[in-house]
């Protein structure tokens, strides 16, 4: 097949539609989805896809769910070739079994005058299953000559305002492009156990080996970050991590490499020199040699300024060379370099055209560029760190203006990740009073927030102080990562110092929190309050908290037909409203889990296989292999132990894939109980050994199953079994009402002997 050439080399040039095609490997998707996994908004993302769908390269299709059409989009092809004929450049694209494609997600510096360091380039071509760290004073060139020698790593900076989460989620999406998808896959899921993380990343890069290049690592923050680079080193056998920093990590000595980074021999520097000026006389060379002891950056600067008075250098060269420099820029210039200056982060062109404006911001630009003052970074620019500081301390400069704009310019871009900059950008400006639509906004367009990353956003909330809204934005954190407790103080603190949408999200939440702390009396009340705002507010976001929380507390109460109807009433306002497309495939979840609880099998097929219709469709993998473990379950009690070990295998192998071994061992019990149910002893073996690996090396309860369900097997065998039974009666001590479970689940296929006494 031929297509129109220039549109489809423009189209694989853009990284973004990169990453669609690649996502797309692994399956059918929703946009919406689509853009949740690539920060980016549902919009930028339907365009895109509608682009590559006109070149050939994806195909959309409408499918029916329920009482609408849904559009999801898919791979259409695998290959893509260019062909060099006489008199023009064919591309062609077909179906191939193997299809690749380079993805950096970073750019990689550029690196026009690297010169020298043999030595250490040698190193690093050959520390293959090693973390390399290469450490220096500012300027004298580690991430040049880390972008010389992996010109196509994942290349990661830090700034100081990211967090391990978010780093994880954008590894897992250049993973994911490589053929990797588990790590992607357990993040999607909500997984957060920083073992089973390291674990993943770590064969992540050894599979595909990848080169890993962190960057300014001294500016992290975050010390999970720090432990998974200790963690790596030592384990690592293909893939390669390379750190830059300005100081020494202590990440151990085994599988690490430490780099001193010096400045350049004499020969080194005088190459340098003579790509800057290209004739340069030895003599003063010499003389900007001995000032500057071989160091890059001073060495650039240097012959870039008027080189007059050297002598002055000695004392303090950077402070002398752009006091010099400072002195010759146009006063356009010096606004530029002034704000660019106040951002820590490098910045965008067309970041930077609206926060200067006029129209001479390009050739202003490229004058800086030129000079050796800013630098570019794919399609970001900005200053040296060392730059930066001095210009701090030479001029004052009115940031909160700039730092509103750039917020305002970063909310229209409608990315989570772009969300939390700008908000961290007004707290920065002191605009507290934007706080309150700031939340507003996260919970109209980022849900899911709190959730992906939340030590991020608490970092940022914390800098708010004593703000309802976004002490009340600390409560949900609290409430998504377990600390039922604190999450209730909190929300209880802000509940009468907050109002409109944000108010009920908060009482909702503190329905859900007592539900938890078994407080049913203080769950009706705040379910009531709840009930109060929605009727008020007439919000479909709030009406669908209610039914939430209510469906919620009739299941707790064992008011089945009540959690039913509720559940329905759940699934009407997600459907009538467009709500998200994950919040339906748990609904329809729910719902056949009451019906599973009604004593009604039958019935909770019908909804967990329309649930599954749902997840397969939005692309919701998680949800799609959590669907497959209930309809395992359900097809066991109802003695379809054929189809219970059929959609048990996708459950037990995607979650073990994955890591998620709660969900795994959940899905492992109950293909276990049906080889039982069976008679295929030898393959119940095999599911009660993984439950027992899995139960050492988590200490997750229900993984002690495994004990129990080995001495059936082994009974099975017509062999004693009674030993396993023992071990496992001795490791739920801690957990009667469990061992109780396994038992009575198990004696639907298989009865004990009488002498060993289970009841």
Not at 68 to 89: A, D, Q
Not at 643 to 662: C, P, Q
């Amino acid at each position: 097949m031929c297509v129109n050439t220039l549109a489809l080399l423009k189209a694989l040039s853009n990284e973004t539609n990169l990453q669609i095609l690649s996502l797309l490997r692994s399956g059918s998707f929703h946009p919406r989805e689509l853009a949740r996994l690539l920060q980016r908004s549902e919009s930028d993302v339907s365009r895109r896809l509608k682009k590559l769908e006109k070149l050939g390269l994806v195909e959309g299709r409408w499918i029916r769910l329920g009482d609408r059409n849904v559009r999801i989009y898919s791979l259409k092809v695998n290959e893509v070739k260019v062909n060099f004929l006489p008199g023009e450049v064919q591309v062609g694209i077909k179906e191939a079994e193997s299809y690749r494609l380079p993805i950096t997600f970073e750019d990689v510096p550029k690196t026009s005058f690297f010169v020298g360091r043999h030595d250490e380039v040698e190193i690093l071509k050959n520390a293959k299953g090693k973390v390399v760290v290469v450490y220096g004073i500012a300027g004298i060139g580690k991430t040049s000559l880390l972008a010389r020698v992996f010109p196509e790593a994942f290349w990661y900076s830090m700034n100081g305002s990211e967090s391990f989460e978010y780093f994880a989620w954008q590894l897992s999406l250049y993973l994911n492009s490589l053929g990797y998808r588990a790590l992607m896959e357990y993040l999607r899921g909500g997984g957060k156990e920083e073992k089973e993380l390291f674990e993943l990343i770590l064969e992540g890069i050894d599979e595909t080996e990848s080169v890993i290049v962190i960057d300014d690592l001294h500016k992290c923050q975050d010390e999970t970050l720090m432990r998974m680079l200790s963690y790596l080193a030592g384990r690592l056998k293909k893939g390669t991590i390379a750190v830059a920093s300005r100081v020494k990590p202590l990440l151990g000595i085994e599988g690490v490499i430490y780099i001193n980074l010096s400045g350049l021999e004499p020969g080194e520097a005088y190459e340098l020199a003579k790509k800057i000026k290209k004739r340069i006389p030895v003599d003063k060379f010499a003389k900007i040699y001995r000032i500057t002891r071989g160091h890059p950056l001073a060495l650039i600067l240097l012959l870039e300024s008027s080189g007059e008075s050297l002598e002055e250098a000695k004392e303090n060269i950077f402070e002398f060379l752009f006091t010099e420099i400072y002195r010759s820029l146009t006063e356009e210039e010096k606004r530029m370099l002034l704000m660019l200056s106040i951002f820590e982060e490098p910045l965008e062109y067309e970041a930077i055209k609206t926060l200067y404006g006029g129209r001479k911001t390009f050739f202003i630009l490229h004058s800086l560029l030129r000079k050796g003052l800013v630098e570019r970074r794919g399609s970001q620019y900005f200053i040296h760190d060392m730059l930066r500081g001095f210009l701090r301390e030479k001029e004052t400069f009115e940031s909160r203006t700039y730092y509103l704009e750039y917020a305002e310019y970063l909310i229209q871009k409608n990315t989570p990740r772009d969300f939390l900059k700008a908000f961290e950008y007004i707290l920065k400006a002191g605009a507290t009073e934007k706080i309150r639509e700031l939340v507003e906004l996260r919970i109209r367009r980022f849900k899911h927030l709190p959730g992906d990353f939340p030590k991020t956003y608490r970092r940022i909330l914390s800098q708010a102080g004593d703000n309802p809204y976004a002490r009340g934005e600390l409560g949900i954190i609290y409430f998504n990562t377990g600390f039922f407790q604190k999450a209730r103080d909190i929300l209880l603190e802000v509940e009468d110092k907050i109002e409109g949408l944000f108010k009920a999200e908060v009482v909702s939440t503190l329905a859900d929190v007592f539900l938890v702390l078994e407080n049913l009396e203080m769950a009706e009340r705040y379910l009531q309050k709840t009930k109060e705002l929605a009727e008020e507010l007439q919000d479909p976001e709030v009406w669908l908290w209610y039914y939430m929380e209510k469906t919620k507390y009739e299941y707790y109460r064992r008011n089945l037909e009540e959690a039913l109807k509720s559940a329905f009433k759940e699934l009407e306002v997600a459907r009538e409203h467009g709500r998200s497309p994950e919040d339906e495939g748990l609904v329809l979840l729910h719902i056949g889990d009451i019906y599973l609880d009604l004593e009604q099998p039958e019935e909770g097929i019908k909804y967990y296989e329309e649930g599954l219709r749902v997840a397969k469709a939005y692309g919701l993998t998680f949800i799609e292999h959590v669907t497959y473990m209930e309809l395992s379950k359900t097809h066991y009690i109802l003695g379809n132990y054929r189809k219970a070990v059929s959609y048990g295998n996708r459950a037990v192998e995607y979650f073990l894939r994955i890591k998620n071994y709660r969900r795994a061992v959940d899905a492992l019990a109950y293909r276990c109980v049906s080889w039982i149910g069976l008679g295929e002893a030898e393959r119940a073996e095999e599911d009660a050994r993984e439950l027992i690996r899995i139960a050492h090396s988590t200490g997750y309860p229900l993984a002690w199953a495994g004990y129990i369900f080995m001495g059936a097997a082994k009974f099975l065998k017509g062999e004693d079994g009674s030993s396993y039974v023992e071990k496992g009666r001795k490791h739920f001590q801690d957990y009667p009402w469990l061992f109780e479970a396994v038992i009575q689940e198990l004696e639907r296929v298989f009865e004990f002997p009488k002498e060993l006494k289970l009841k």
